[in-house]
T-cell receptor, first 112, second 116 residues
Framework: SQTIHQWPATLVQPVGSPLSLECTVE??????LYWYRQAAGRGLQLLFY??????ISSEVPQNLSASRPQDRQFILSSKKLLLSDSGFYLC???????????FGPGTRLTVT | AQSVTQPDIHITVSEGASLELRCNYS??????LFWYVQSPGQGLQLLLK??????LVQGIKGFEAEFKRSQSSFNLRKPSVHWSDAAEYFC??????????????FGTGTLLAVQP
């Protein structure tokens, strides 16, 4: 069966520090991968998605970036965090074509 | 533009009572439809999905949803709510012919509280 992992589970970082969140998927090949941010009371915001290694599409301009160095690895990064980057970050995967997405456990990021 | 509306931000029901969470969508064609549940501090779990066929779909944890094309709705129901159902619920739509990307559009969620 497929499993999706995210780490770290929680993170507290000062403003201006770098960020690296990692997501890995097991038990499937060539998945679509997604990064979402969930701010308090604001639903899910799609940040990035990827249909293959090195292929990243950005949904929202911001100081975050994403990379996919391996088929089942998706990384969310920032060079300098802002207070507004605080939130709950969710990684998800799906098969190619129409269908559901499966979510990881999330990372709670607090920028102080 | 494609959109999903969950009119109820917060609902409180008594344990054992029936539940209906509303979802309306705006889409150019018949979409794929989903309901997800999120417990505090956790990821989203898929409750059920509608692709085609019978418009009443059964999901996990005793939930069901009915697709009504004429009303552009996909409401979630449960006949008897348990305290463990307290969570946030998200409706989502996806394109049938969205190509490889398979992006979903999510509603803003309905927070369910269950009274003893």
């Amino acid at each position: 069966s497929q499993t999706i992992h995210q780490w770290p589970a929680t993170l507290v970082q000062p403003v201006g520090s770098p960020l690296s969140l990692e997501c890995t998927v097991e038990g499937t090949s060539n998945p679509n991968l997604y990064w979402y941010r969930q701010a308090a009371g604001r639903g899910l915001q799609l940040l990035f998605y990827s249909v293959g290694i090195g292929q990243i599409s950005s949904e929202v301009p911001q100081n975050l970036s994403a990379s996919r160095p391996q088929d089942r690895q998706f990384i969310l990064s920032s060079k300098k965090l802002l207070l507004s980057d605080s939130g709950f970050y969710l990684c998800a995967w799906s098969s190619r074509g129409p269908g559901e997405q499966y979510f990881g456990p999330g990372t709670r990021l607090t920028v102080t | 533009a494609q959109s999903v509306t969950q009119p109820d931000i917060h609902i409180t029901v008594s344990e054992g009572a029936s539940l209906e969470l509303r979802c309306n969508y705006s889409y150019g064609a018949t979409p794929y439809l989903f309901w997800y549940v999120q417990s505090p501090g956790q990821g989203l779990q898929l409750l059920l999905k509608y692709f085609s066929g019978d418009t009443l779909v059964q999901g996990i944890k005793g939930f069901e949803a009915e697709f009504k094309r004429s009303q552009s709705s996909f409401n979630l129901r449960k006949p008897s709510v348990h305290w463990s159902d307290a969570a946030e619920y998200f409706c989502a739509v996806g394109a049938r012919y969205g190509g490889a990307t398979n992006k979903l559009i999510f509603g803003t969620g309905t927070l369910l509280a269950v009274q003893p």
